[in-house]
Nanobody, 115 residues
Framework: QVHLVESGGGLVQAGGSLRLSCAAS????????MNWYRQVPGKQRELVAA???????TYADSVKGRFTVSRDNAKKTVDLQMNSLKAEDTAVYYC?????????WGQGTQVTVSS
């Protein structure tokens, strides 16, 4: 059974940093690209960062230069390091992967940035 579990959200002041982590189970993690999305109430879920199975990364323009996505295939984790956080980064952050078994999402972790 496939599971994605996020951790690391919380409350931080503007300009601060947080590191989110997503632990995967039930898949051969190294075979798949992984994504981080975020969503605020009333808006569509937004792709924030993606990392291919080879480690290539892409970012939304709004987070380029501030966020870094990385993966550890041995631990089956994908992390999102978020620096220079802004109030507009406040959202629920979701880990996502499109696997052979289907499209899966974590439960989400709340990130709140106070200005």
């Amino acid at each position: 059974q496939v599971h994605l579990v996020e951790s690391g959200g919380g409350l931080v002041q503007a300009g601060g940093s947080l590191r989110l982590s997503c632990a995967a189970s039930g898949i051969v993690f190294s075979l798949y690209a992984m994504n981080w999305y975020r969503q605020v109430p009333g808006k569509q879920r937004e792709l924030v960062a993606a990392i291919t199975r080879g480690g290539s990364t892409t970012y939304a323009d709004s987070v380029k230069g501030r966020f870094t996505v990385s993966r550890d295939n041995a631990k089956k984790t994908v992390d999102l390091q978020m620096n220079s956080l802004k109030a507009e980064d406040t959202a629920v952050y979701y880990c996502n992967g499109q696997f052979a078994a289907g499209n899966y999402w974590g439960q989400g972790t709340q990130v709140t940035v106070s200005s």
